[in-house]
């Protein structure tokens, strides 16, 4: 993987298509081990994995020691996991205000249940902030990826609300549409999660469905622009109905 821009936007991608991932930390009662947690994460408008996590926890006592921490994602729905892409993004943890509202209502949307865990004074986000990471793309793709190539900020920040609420409200078969024209999914329940510069994520049937734009976008107009574009897409291949033959007279 010769082309750390191309690379990094590929890794870029694995970040956003998933939602899991394995956090590495350092553990404080068995000194000089690492310590290994499953954990779900957002990426805020930074292009950083942010986590929510109690202070009750052994892996947030490890970050507090020591904030030196890595995330490792991988797919999940494989047979085979290591013939599949990995990214082991490799950071410092830092924790956020749990009054960060914009944090707040981006994870709520990715993982609803999360609303009781917030109510809790024992909660906080934390977001990686990225030293360096390993991305392995298949056989023969591996490549280090400095933060230069990978981090991207969300130019939509100030208008992903906005454009959230009118696709849900006003948009729910062009989002089918986009399903099943461009991912073979048919889906009975489906909404809008998130928009940002590289693409948006729909949950469709309680599943997080992540779609790519051509090329990237900075304003709403764009956005606008984009998600018509690629409704059209869609629907070109959207599968057609074969009618029966009629008897012939």
Known sequence: MANTEETGKIARQFLRENSVGVLATHSVDVEGYPFGSVTPYIVNYKGLPTILISTLAQHTRNIQTNPKVSLTIFSQDLDDIQSGARLTWIGDAEALPIVDEDTKQMYLRYFPNSKNS???????????????????????????????????????????????????????????????????IVASDIHMLGIDTEGFDLLANNKKVRFSFEKPIITAEDARTALVLLARKARAYLPTISLPELPST
């Not at 906080?124 to 990826?145: C, H, N, T």
């Not at 939509?156 to 024209?181: F, P, R, W």
């Open 118 to 184: 917030l109510q809790m004074h024992d909660f906080s986000f934390y977001q990686i902030k990225l030293k360096r990471a390993r991305f392995i793309g298949g056989f023969g793709q591996i490549a280090w990826v400095e933060p230069a190539a990978i981090l991207l900020k969300n130019a939509l920040e100030q208008v992903e609300a906005d454009i959230i609420e009118h696709m849900n409200k006003d948009h729910k078969s062009t989002m089918k549409d986009y399903c099943e024209g461009l991912k073979r």
